[in-house]
């Protein structure tokens, strides 16, 4: 019998055909979907639900028929015990932390990119219990710029991952002139914890004593030494408490703040914050009140 020899066009126009018509059951907007996700294991995993990759099932040892006989089970052999066929379990999904610190290897992105730190967000709808009415023309603009080294951690406590511990440098101003102007610079610690979906930040810090005129010398009375965040995470919503407090008595002094991110269309985010205490503004920093502010969210952050 004469053997028969395909040309490799042919198998390679045959494969060709067999993924085109693969990818043409997942829109284009699914893989795009897929492309924005940060974390290589979830992107991965995206990528084959889409493309229709079936998931490898765990082996499954063949049943031996009832009238079988069984050695384990025959005269003078000891029995033996059913080992079971190992599974490997599924890869877990990356923590919100480690995704945002790149506490993982799969969580990393790369060097020099711009990304965002701390949660931005517009707010067209607010209301204030107790407004300052002080007529300005320019209220103001709050800079922060913030360097920090992060080192990872791995223990437990009281049920919580330690996950990280940054060490930073702070700087925060409002830029006005004399009279209105407000800065302050900071050194601060700051450790992360996690559970389930929760984290927990601690960040204590010390403030640097101005060497010229200080323009607020009494802020830590009003903003306190540091701050506790609490992130719960549930689907595409995110939840956030935050708590300062200057641990004082008789002059007791601190602020809250509740924000709710939740889902409105496509990748569009809305964004309701309630604050109540001192410091929602450094303008206004020994100026107490509480406000409710409804608007969307444009980056997500720590």
């Given amino acids: 019998m004469a053997n028969k020899h395909y040309s490799p066009r042919i198998l390679l126009a045959l494969l060709g055909a067999g993924l085109l018509g693969q990818g043409q ?40 028929p009832a009238d079988a006989k069984r050695a384990d089970l025959q005269p003078g052999l000891p029995a033996v015990a059913a080992q079971p066929v190992p599974v490997e379990p599924d890869p877990e999904l990356l923590s919100a932390l480690s995704r945002h610190w790149e506490l993982e290897d799969e969580a990393k992105q790369g060097a020099f ?36 080294m992060t080192y990872r951690t791995d223990y437990e406590i009281a049920g919580f991952r330690g996950r990280f511990i940054n060490l930073g440098m702070v700087h ?26 929760l984290a927990l930040l601690i960040r204590p810090w010390y403030r640097i004593p101005e060497r010229d005129e200080d323009d607020n010398p009494d802020i830590e009375d009003y903003l306190g030494h540091g701050e506790l965040l609490a992130v719960y995470r549930k689907g595409r919503n995110a939840y956030s408490l935050m708590l300062r407090n200057n641990f004082k008595s008789p002059d007791n002094r601190g602020a809250v703040k509740l924000n709710w991110s939740f889902p409105l269309y496509g990748r569009l985010k809305g964004y309701v914050q309630y604050f109540n205490g001192y410091g929602e503004s450094l303008i206004d920093y020994n100026h107490s009140q509480q406000s409710l502010g409804l608007g969307v969210s444009l980056t997500e952050g720590m």
């Fill in 113 to 148: 990119l711009f990304r965002p730190h701390r949660p931005n967000y517009f707010l067209p709808v607010k209301y204030s219990t107790s407004p300052n009415n002080t007529p300005f023309q320019f209220r103001e603009t709050n800079y922060e710029p913030e360097v920090f």
């Fill in 172 to 197: 925060q101003s409002n830029g006005r002139s004399e009279g209105l102007s407000r800065s302050w610079n900071r050194v601060y610690a700051q450790f992360g914890f996690e559970r389930d979906n």
């Fill in 25 to 64: 059951a997942a829109s284009i907007a699914e893989w795009e979907g897929c492309s924005s996700i940060p974390a290589d294991v979830d992107r991965l995993a995206c990528y084959d639900r889409v493309s229709g990759r079936s998931q490898p099932q765990p082996e499954v040892a063949a049943t031996p």
